[in-house]
């Protein structure tokens, strides 16, 4: 069956009203309690609808911003987060995606360059090809 989205209710209802300022950005409108709970939430359902569960690892390689905190807690109310570095060179990626188990690795379109590039990294959010053993 379908896994429900752990969405980390207490942090996102304990600020009181729905529309009270959650996240601010210079140059941004602010992301009320309210959307950023239906965002978390939808986010954690797809990623569910895409097979990603509770065991799973999901790299996200997501520039800093009002993006990375929504998909962050996204992310961790379906699966285990494993925020990394956009701007790391690919030899970096590369030994980190080695050892960290991953099922899949969330990047934005016009970021992540060295994500894109590197043999176990995909677009948007998909499984990673070969997933590296699991260690004992």
Known sequence: GALRPRAPE????AHGAPEAPALLAPG????????????VLAGAAALNALGVG???RL?????????????LLAVTAAATAVPLNPAHRVAELEGVFGGAN???????????EA?????????ACAPVPERAPARP
């Not at 790299?59 to 929504?70: F, K, Q, R, S, Y």
């Not at 899949?104 to 970021?111: F, H, K, N, P």
């Open 59 to 71: 790299a996200v390689v997501l520039p800093d911003g009002p993006e990375l905190a929504v998909a």
């Open 28 to 39: 941004r409108a602010p992301l009320c309690y309210g959307r950023l709970h239906a965002e």
């Open 10 to 13: 207490p942090f996102l209802r």
């Open 54 to 56: 509770r065991g799973d």
């Open 102 to 112: 991953l099922t899949a690795v969330l990047v934005e379109g016009s970021g992540g």
């Open 115 to 123: 994500a894109r590039r590197s043999p176990v990294s995909l677009s």
